[in-house]
Each structure stands twice: as structure tokens, then as C-alpha cells.
């Protein structure tokens, strides 16, 4: 079975938080990769990962990033596959900075932004399941069955703690 996720961040200190999505994904029963590919550190091997992506089978790449987070859009701008993008929490902003640099992009080249942070990469391992789902049953249904298990562990009444 091919690589179906990329999961590519800007740095290893992005990767406590892009972690999350690959929880899910293993979760799930998902295969992807995982890479450190930075757009202002490295931008050659930015080029090559979108480059290649469709070619090597690549379905969803999530990809984060923080502060001046260019990563996300400049990948959209060289692949078609789907982008997802995360914006890593950031302590001189909080990751409004890594928000507000992924999710304004312009007309033609989208990235899909999540929330910023842990709660994002969770959601963006479950949105390219919901992605990969539309043409595989049996991950539908494995995703149906996360989703009704999250469902029901929320008790109906709150307990002092
Ligand atoms: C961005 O700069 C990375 O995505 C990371 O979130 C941020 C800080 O990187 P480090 O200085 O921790 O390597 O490129």
C-alpha cells in the first residue's frame, strides 16, 4: 500500500505538535511519512517534496508551521494535491502570526487551515481521513466508528473533579 499523507513541518521543535496528526492517523489505520522540510531553511527540498508529491502517490499533505509560516502555501503553489495547514502555537504570538500566514491565501492556490495548535494537527489527521474516506469504505467506516467512540465518552452530566 502507498504513502497516502505527507506530514511535512518547518522545524523538530513543530513536531510535539504535528505528532497529533499522526496519532490519528495511525489511529485510523493510514499510512503517510513524516518530514522536516522547511520553506526558509530548506527551500530546495520544498521544491522537490511538491514536485514529486502527486507522482509518488502523495492523496493529502499536512503541513505546519510557525510564525512567518510560509510553508503550508508555498507547497499548495507547487502541488495540486490538497494542502492542510497548521498553525503551530508560537510564544512571542501565541500562533496568530502562524494563523494569519497560512489561512489568507489568494485566489487560486488553497490551503484548508485548521485551528492553531494541538487541537489543528488532530483535526487535519481527521480531515485527510475524511478526504481519503470518500473513495475508501472501509477507512469511512473506521472513521464513522472514531467519531461515534468520541461521541460516547462525553458524559451527558459534569462531575466536580
Ligand atoms: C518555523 O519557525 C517552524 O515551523 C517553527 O514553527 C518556527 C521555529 O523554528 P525553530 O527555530 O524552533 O527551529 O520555520
Redesign the pocket.
Known sequence: MDVAVGII??????WPTMREAAVILDELGIRYESKIV?A?RTPDRLWEYGKSAAGRGLKVIIA????A?H?PGMMASKTRVPVIGVP?Q?RALSGVDSLYSIVQMPKGYPVATMAIGAAGAANAGLMAAGILGLSDPALAGRLDAWRAALSASIPEEPRDE
Open positions: 513541518m518547518g522545524s523538530q521543535s513543530d522547511s526558509h505546519g508551521a510557525g510564525g509560516a510553508l503551530v508560537t
